[in-house]
């Protein structure tokens, strides 16, 4: 099957240019003016007036988590359908080492979700629960296999949370074997301290979810892991970075020359505390790290803006109002954490950055498809229009106009946190490995047709 779209402009994290570009089966296999002059093709699309973007890529979802004694509700199935239709075609999700099972039972149990299913390309990090000798023996087997990427918490104490001394040992094994160590930072202790004063005090309203978790506290961890990925000497990658305390950290690490990358994500963007109010209703906005007042999204902005932070994800965790985050009426600590968001992030990034004219449209496309590439080994396989790329290309629109809502998304969840929001630019037609899977608001892919997506270790660095 050979595809020709024409007329549009590719944009690019290097640049724009006005170039038709064919696609030869999964492969893009020539880019060039006026390409319908000399090649045939079976069909031909037009991207007059629209961008051609290297499909999204989210490297960070988290497809039927279990959290809270409930499971995130999108499988990988409706998870990568929802995110195509936001014109994302790959994304990279958690694997969960169980407490007390192998770094392997949890793998293989992602896969068993994911194979068969996923209607666009997937990969792997891998949570790690305990960090002992059996578990650290086995990163380096992931690694080969393409899961190279560990993350570890300093949230959560009793689920997911391990000390810095398991931090630490785990840094020290990447410096052996090249992996990546993914760190939610957040110090969880001094959370479930001021958590516990909260709910004692009356306090169980999902907006106390927020009061609870301190900028401070986020600032804190997220200095002390870069502090032991220094001492490991490895780099680190903060992961749904909030808060301005969080973001000085990593600046200030970054301008001394440390190996720190890190994301952000819609919902600090975007949303604010002030979501956290309104009663039980807040708990559609609970997760961890939580909304930050409205004063931190500028200056994640700017982050955005200085290469501070190289990319947004989502942390797509979504879980219905009804029946989900009702678990946690009268105790906000019950809330299952995360948010839905696979499907938005394009358009929001879009319209809050390009059309608000904070980023370029070439930074758009380095923020949500080149630098999730290059960070997380897919470059440039995937995250540029280049010949011999793989061929997932979105012709996006950037004039159309929408309004999000949990009536006309595809998440399986039953609330959006963007509820009558319009945005502009929409992905008109998306292709993943040369097929189209989304056009003109219709899914016309297959389940089952993602592929694993087998990662190498990035080169960091050279990625400034
Ligand atoms: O609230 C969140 N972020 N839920 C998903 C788990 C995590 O910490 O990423
Ligand atoms: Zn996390
Ligand atoms: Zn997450």
Request: hydrophobic share 40%; net charge negative; aromatic share 8%.
């Amino acid at each position: 099957m050979r595809t020709l779209i024409t007329n549009g402009t590719i944009v690019g994290a290097d640049g724009s240019t006005a170039a038709d570009v064919l696609i030869d089966g999964e492969k893009i296999a020539l880019i060039g003016r006026n390409l319908a002059a000399t090649v045939t093709a079976d069909e031909t699309l037009d991207a007059t007036g629209k961008y051609v973007i290297p499909g999204g890529i989210d490297v960070h979802t988290h497809m039927e988590l279990p959290f809270g004694g409930t499971f995130a509700k999108d499988t990988f199935e409706s998870g990568t359908r929802a995110a195509a239709f936001g014109g994302t075609t790959s994304i990279v999700d958690f694997a969960v080492q169980a407490r007390g099972a192998s770094l392997r039972q949890g793998l293989d149990a992602w896969h068993a979700k994911a194979e068969g299913n996923a209607v666009a390309d997937y990969g792997f990090h891998m949570i790690m629960s305990d960090v002992n000798d059996a578990t650290l023996a086995e990163m380096d087997g992931l690694v080969a296999e393409g899961v190279p990427d560990f993350k570890l918490f300093t949230a959560y104490p009793g689920v997911f949370y391990s000390d810095d001394g398991a931090i630490f040992r785990a840094m020290q094994q990447t410096a052996k074997n090249g992996g990546l160590i993914m760190m939610h930072a957040e110090n969880g202790m001094a959370i479930d301290v001021v958590a516990a004063d909260l709910v004692g005090e009356g306090k169980t309203d999902p907006y106390y979810h927020g009061v609870a978790r301190y900028p401070i506290f986020e600032g804190e961890a997220t200095n002390r892991v870069i502090r032991l990925a220094e001492a490991a000497g490895v780099p680190v990658y903060i992961v749904h970075l909030s808060a301005r305390d969080a973001m000085n950290a990593v600046r200030e690490a970054r301008d001394r020359g440390v190996g720190v990358f890190a994301e952000t994500c819609p919902q600090y963007l975007f949303l604010s505390l002030e979501d956290l109010g309104h009663g039980f209703e807040g708990a559609k906005f609970v997760c961890s790290p939580p909304l930050r007042p409205a004063d931190h999204q500028e200056e994640l902005w700017t982050g955005l803006i200085k290469d501070d932070l190289q990319l947004v994800s989502t942390d797509h965790c979504p879980f219905d109002f009804e029946g989900q985050k009702e678990l946690g009426q009268g105790d906000f600590r019950m809330i299952p954490n995360g948010l839905p968001g696979v499907e938005d992030r394009v358009d929001l990034l879009h319209d809050g950055g390009v059309v608000a004219g904070r980023i370029s449209p070439e930074r758009w496309v380095e923020i949500v498809s080149t630098a999730p590439a290059k960070l997380f080994g897919m470059f440039p396989r995937k995250g540029t229009i280049a010949v011999g790329s793989d061929a997932d290309v979105v012709i996006y629109d950037p004039k159309a106009t929408r309004t999000i809502s949990a009536k006309t998304h595809h998440m399986d969840v039953d609330y959006s946190c963007y509820e009558g929001r319009q945005v502009r630019g929409q992905s008109d037609i998306v292709l993943s490995r040369g097929s189209v899977i989304v056009r003109d608001g219709q899914f016309t892919g297959r389940k089952g047709a993602g592929k694993f997506l087998k990662r190498s270790i990035a080169d960091y660095a050279r990625i400034s």
